[in-house]
């Protein structure tokens, strides 16, 4: 599938090309072929445009949420963790032009490649499109996945939810350490293994391919055991 291809799916005629070939560049891709732009700079500005049309969004529609939580919420969906959702749910990683080193290791499917590609592509169609077609883009990919009734248990952040239970108790005590990482030959990842302490107590342990998403398992499993102790 070609770049323009992609786009048109989603309603969008390309102005001007270099704009969206720049968004779809890695750095490895333009180390190889002695390109000088990246997608760095489009990230940046994709990062406030989403920043803005998602605050818009949830200032319109949760009209009774406090400040504190429509800031949580924002955060929650703006997460690299949610936009590499989004990005392989529409399948960008397809269309990213990457180094022939990222390609053996699958860049396409970093989580940290594919969320900073969503923001800077975001940002490509900010300054060659309207923002209707601007806002459209957002509704087909941000707001078609946050309506998803699986979105608040696949981005809910066991950490801020135990430490809150942490201090309401007055304790300080709580501790994440690393206890191994595997190197993943055939995938070339690392499977991290990180446990969670109390009172010098090991209390939940989780594993993910990244420190994040193994803490994050951790606490999750802090949280279920704190759940039956409390029964």
């Known amino acids: 599938m070609t770049m323009h291809e992609f786009f048109e799916n989603f309603g969008i005629k390309i102005n001007d090309s270099k704009i969206f070939s720049t968004a779809l560049t890695h750095n490895s891709y333009a180390n190889e072929t002695k390109t000088k732009e990246t997608y760095q700079r489009l990230e940046f500005l994709g990062d406030a445009v989403l920043q ?3 605050s818009k969004f949830l200032y319109l529609n949760f009209s009774n949420a406090p400040e504190g939580k429509l800031t949580k919420t924002r955060s929650d969906i703006v997460r690299q963790e949610t936009l590499s959702e989004i990005a392989k749910m529409i399948d960008l990683g397809k269309i ?6 990222e390609i053996k290791s699958k860049g396409y499917e970093k989580p940290s490649i594919l969320s900073d590609v969503y923001e800077a592509v975001t940002a490509a169609i900010y300054l060659d499109q309207t923002e209707e077609i601007l806002i459209s883009w957002i509704k ?11 979105y608040k248990q696949l981005n809910r952040d066991y950490k801020s939810e135990l430490q809150e239970i942490i201090q309401a108790e007055i304790r300080s005590d709580l ?40 803490s994050q398992n951790a606490a999750k499993d802090c949280l279920n055991k704190l759940k039956k102790t409390t029964k």
């Open 96 to 101: 990213i032009r990457l180094g022939q080193g």
């Open 52 to 54: 803005m049309y998602v």
């Open 175 to 214: 501790e994440y350490k690393v206890e191994n990482q595997i190197h993943i030959e055939k995938d070339n990842k690392i499977k991290y293994t990180v446990s969670v302490n109390l009172d010098g107590q090991k209390y939940g342990v989780g594993t993910g391919f990244s420190k994040q998403e193994a």
């Open 140 to 150: 087909a990919t941000i707001f078609k996945y946050i309506e998803k009734n699986d």
